[in-house]
């Protein structure tokens, strides 16, 4: 199995190289992020996107606000409180952003107070985010896969996958690992409107790794279950509060109660950087909503008449009482909920 680099450093080192998302399935484009605006950018327009690699995008970013800061000739900790702020706000539902730019800035206050070099300091921690989320990615993918039947027909919802992450992703780690221990497993990809992660991204993805994968109408998720045996959903997540509620692409909450529904199990697959126990529940997540032109006019072309209202929240959320487990790379967490702070 190939796998995709979705984010590293760029070969010399002073920028942010992603593979940009917006181009794909048509084309396999890279591009080297080299300001604090250009990763402000890439994380709002969806450039990179999925909660992990956002999070390694802001990390990696505040480096480069060191570099502005150099190439400018001035101060580079007042440079680093900005581009906090600038990361931080590109995007409000993922929690896994706030949680590696505050990281990085803790890093940068310490070592700042010390007359350290901050340069080096904030690089290796950006890299050691990197690192982990990829080792996160692998124990999620061991632990999830001990789910999956040999034979499985599985539904996944957006794209939770590689691309999303520094590593084989979260819900399709399961997947990967299940196929690595020589299981046979056919993916269902909800394509995932407005803006076809799961058709764009999901299939190509998948159809690279050689895994079998059908693009399903988001609707016809419920008559599929009726019509064939689905044995299990996996998503991923971008934050998951204290009681199991799940904030995930728009679309999830009403996958789950198909699910519930038809008696299938509903999988929650996240890395430990997007558990919030700071978040009691649900409904205190900030759900980002998004421009109308996305809905009325996706890609650019018009699918509704001009100047209509559109509702497009990014994101929903899904109750923990619909959750079958939540699976992360410390284990397999079965209802009911409790996640607590370990820092
Ligand atoms: O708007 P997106 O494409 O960033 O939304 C991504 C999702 O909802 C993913 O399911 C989530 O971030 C988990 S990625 C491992």
Known sequence: ?????????????????????????????YRELRSVDDVRDAIATLAVRGAPAIGIAGAMGMVIAIDEAKRDGVDPMPRLRAAHEIIRGARPTAVNLAWAVDRVMAVATTVAAANGDLRSALCVEATRILDEDRAMCRRIGEHAAALIPDGANVITHCNAGALATGGIGTALA????????????????????????????????LQRAGIPVTVLIDSAAASLMRERTIDLCIVG???????????NKVGTFPLALAAKHHGIPFYVAAPTSTL???????????????GTAEVI?????????????AYNPAFDVTPAELITAIITDGGVYRPPYHFVSTT
């Open 174 to 205: 399961a997947i990967y690992v299940a196929v690595e221990q020589g299981k046979r497993v056919s993916v269902f990809a909800d394509e995932t409107r407005p803006l076809l992660q799961g058709s764009r991204l999901t299939a190509w993805e």
């Open 276 to 290: 919030d126990p700071s978040t009691k529940s649900g409904e205190r997540i900030h759900i980002e909503q998004r």
């Open 1 to 29: 199995m190939s796998v995709i680099e979705a984010i590293r450093w760029s070969d010399d080192g002073h920028a942010v190289r992603i593979l940009d998302q917006r181009r794909l399935p048509g084309a396999e484009v």
């Open 237 to 247: 997540a971008d934050r998951i509060a204290a009681n199991g509620d799940v904030a």
């Open 297 to 309: 006019a996706p890609f650019g072309t018009p699918t509704a008449p001009d100047d209509v209202a």
